[in-house]
């Protein structure tokens, strides 16, 4: 059973760049998958930063870019922010109409 | 201002059932296919279902193949979830998503409704 994968927690500097991935435990990411991102705080809905591999969603500032690094997606953050720090999903479409997220990430910004 | 909002949840004994509202707003429902996320307390997100805008396709997670019931009603802007012989490890926060087929994704969540399932 395939599983998608992220790092559970990732801490950046205010000001710093960080990546986050989003992998697979079998085989690699490509943008075949259609890799999106969700940013989500605690007690509210997700909202979409990136969809397609590196599409911003509307409203989302140029400091998240998103690619397909080596075998994995991921989405980077230049000029990290105090309100940066969330949880944050990666989603790949698998096929048959089957979509899968990974685990989150939970940016700590200190 | 397109908004998704769901109703419908609330506290079920183990093997009960429960139907999920979601009422769109802002675009022209018929013409999106729509979708169900959950998040189990303290857990993260779990794609559950999809049904394309005439209700001609519906995709469901292993998790509940044959359990739940995606459908939509395009007269009255809606979208259901039946849930049937419901299990404990099924509470959660259910969102109502609308579905980007073109893209894969999701690009706009309701703010979700809370399913217990416990005796």
């Known amino acids: 059973q395939t599983v998608v994968t992220q790092e559970p927690s990732i801490s950046v500097s205010p000001g710093g760049t960080v990546t986050l991935t989003c992998g697979l435990t079998s085989g690699s990411v490509s943008t075949h998958y259609s890799p999106s991102w969700y940013r989500q705080t605690p007690g509210q809905a997700p909202r979409t930063l990136i969809y397609?591999?590196?599409t911003r969603s509307s409203g989302v500032p140029d400091r998240f870019s998103a690619s397909i690094l080596g075998n994995k997606a991921a989405l980077t953050i230049t000029g990290a922010q105090a309100d940066d720090e969330s949880l944050y999903y990666c989603m790949l479409y698998m096929g048959n109409g089957i979509s899968l997220f990974g685990g989150g990430t939970k940016l700590t910004v200190l | 201002e397109v908004q998704l909002v769901e109703s419908g949840g609330g506290l079920v004994q183990p093997g009960g059932s429960l139907r999920l509202a979601c009422v769109g707003s802002g675009f022209m429902f018929r013409s999106y296919w729509m979708s169900w996320v959950r998040q189990a307390p303290g857990k993260g997100l779990e794609w559950v279902a999809n049904l394309k805008y005439d209700g001609g396709e519906e995709y469901y997670a292993d998790s509940v193949k044959g359990r739940f019931t995606i459908s939509r009603d395009n007269a009255k802007n809606s979208l259901f979830l039946q849930m049937d012989s419901l299990r404990p490890e099924d509470t959660a926060v259910y969102y109502c998503?609308?579905?980007?087929?073109?893209?894969?994704?999701?690009?706009?969540w309701g703010q979700g409704t809370v399913v217990t399932v416990s005796s």
């Open positions: 998503a609308r579905w980007i087929q073109t893209y894969r994704d999701f690009d706009t």
């Open positions: 397609s591999t590196n």
